[in-house]
């Protein structure tokens, strides 16, 4: 059997690398990577959304988001990858600065675990001595949750001591130790390595000569936190600098990424080693008249579909008998990553609930582009089994969005009706095309309850998005700062 090596960033987009960017961020490692050494799987898109979600489908290989929200993942049913993967003979490592991990109990089926904290003000140890700057009014970024008065963007910097040398960002910290994992445990196979980068989640605050290569001319209030909610609260000088510390923080993450990579090069693994990169969604800077990947702000009364520029992210894969340099056009989600990585690895597992993922393996291997015929990004609401009437989509709720062939569809668009996309011609979604291809919708939506369906979603729940968009503040869905508030 083959090592298997997981690494997971966070907020990363898909056209971040290579020529997909319609604004280039700089990704040298991750580019090289894919011409290089990997298969890249072009069409693949997030499952359940956000964070945990995402991981849970992850870990577990079953859809999440039309049964369950953001939950500790014993509580979302007995599959864990590490636990599988223990069982078929693999000792494995969690190594993470992605503070919600071990809130969520992630850590407890690996052999060990290891976190940096102090991302998103996870606040290990207090030193109230030293005042809190404010940089960022509330005005230009997220206002919930807050400590003492402070948001996101100004406490996180204050928790993490005012980092003013690379070494001492999170993707460095997390790299090095990766790093050191694996010189100090290259010759123990198979081994299963997950490795989770909290970056380039914000707060966006990479040393300021990386975002100089982005910026252009500003002399302004760094932009280091997006608001969750209408982008016209920037100038558009404000803006750009706003995506220019994204871009940097990006740039960041692919340079220790690739030192990762670089070392297993080092140690000459590729053979015996499958190493697998994506991200769980993306985030709007702009795109949509809106920033951030959720919509928080109480001026915007909009519903968030999952637009691609949130829910269409990177997947390479290499080692083993991987072709190199390969690009798939390919339709794949979060929940067959384990049962593809399995099967890459000649691992045999017995997972406790049989997957819902499928394995992309053979198309990987043979180069064939036959996999899902759709995929959909969705986000849990909370509905009573008991509800008829499938209950109600609260305000400014985050909406489900299914690819399928040339198409992008939103059966709940930003105002309540449902969008559609050639997303062939038109990757971002920029240009609704639904009045004039009203068969499309309707096929398309046949087809989004097809998938509710096929993957056991409960009856009020398909009643929820099987009636006219509607309805008002009548429930609860998964966003990231609800249980997790300081």
């Known amino acids: 059997m083959k090592n298997i090596v997981l690494i997971i960033t966070d907020t990363f987009r898909y056209d971040n690398l290579g020529s997909h960017a319609k604004r280039a961020v700089r990704t040298p490692e991750l580019d090289r990577f894919a011409m290089e050494r990997a298969t890249a799987i072009e069409r693949f898109y997030s499952g359940s959304f956000p964070t945990i979600p995402h991981r849970t489908d992850v870990a577990t290989g079953v859809l999440g988001w039309p049964h369950y929200g953001w939950q500790p993942i014993d509580q979302s049913g007995p599959n864990h990858a590490a636990q599988i993967l223990r069982k078929a003979g693999y000792a494995s490592q969690l190594i993470c600065d992605t503070p919600h991990l071990f809130r969520s109990r992630f850590q407890h089926g690996f052999d060990a675990a290891f976190q940096h904290r102090g991302q998103e003000c996870d606040i290990a140890l207090l030193h109230l001595n030293d005042p809190i700057e404010d940089v960022v009014p509330e005005a230009k970024t997220r206002t919930r949750p ?3 008065g402070h948001t996101l963007a100004n406490l996180h910097r204050w928790t993490n001591r005012y980092p003013r040398n690379e070494a001492d960002t999170f993707p460095a910290k997390t790299g090095q130790t990766v790093i050191r994992w694996i010189e100090e445990n290259s010759e123990a196979n198979p081994f299963f390595l997950w490795v989770d980068f909290f970056d380039p989640h914000e707060p966006w605050d990479p040393p300021e000569y990386l975002v100089r290569k982005y910026a252009g001319a500003y002399d302004g209030i760094p932009m280091l936190h997006c608001n969750y909610g209408p982008s016209s609260a ?5 803006l750009r600098n706003l995506w220019a510390h994204y871009a940097a923080e990006a740039e960041l993450v692919d340079r220790w990424v690739g030192r990762i990579l670089q070392k297993v090069d080092d140690l000459a693994l590729w053979d015996d080693t499958i190493v697998a990169i994506t991200s769980d969604h993306g985030t709007s800077l702009g795109e949509h008249r809106r920033t951030g ?9 909009r519903y968030w ?17 991987v ?13 067959d990553i384990l049962p593809s990585l399995c099967e890459l690895a000649g691992a045999e597992v017995e997972p406790d609930q049989p997957f819902q993922g499928r394995s992309f393996a053979g198309s990987v291997l043979d180069g064939g582009e036959r996999h899902r015929d759709c995929a959909v990004a969705g986000c849990h609401i909370a509905v009573a089994a008991d509800d008829a009437d499938g209950g ?9 969005f299914l690819y399928a062939g040339q198409w992008g569809y939103a059966p709940v668009g930003a105002f309540g009706r449902p969008e559609l996309y050639d997303v062939s011609a038109d990757p971002l979604a920029e240009t609704d095309v639904a009045e004039a291809h009203p068969d499309v919708v309707a096929d398309l939506h046949d087809r989004f309850i097809a998938y509710l369906r096929e993957h056991d979603a409960p009856e009020a729940f398909v009643t929820l998005w099987s009636r006219d968009a509607g309805g008002a503040d009548g429930g609860a869905w ?7 508030a300081l």
């Open 478 to 484: 998964a966003i990231d700062y609800a249980d997790d």
């Open 293 to 301: 990947k959720s919509n928080i702000h109480d001026a915007d009364p």
């Open 305 to 321: 579909p999952l637009y691609p520029e949130i829910s269409h992210v990177p997947f390479l894969v290499a080692g083993g008998e």
């Open 234 to 238: 920037y100038t558009d000088e404000e």
């Open 323 to 335: 072709p190199p340099g390969q690009r798939l056009d390919v339709i794949a989600q979060p929940i």
């Open 146 to 148: 807050q400590f003492r």
């Open 392 to 400: 109600s989509r609260p305000n400014r709720c985050t909406t489900p």
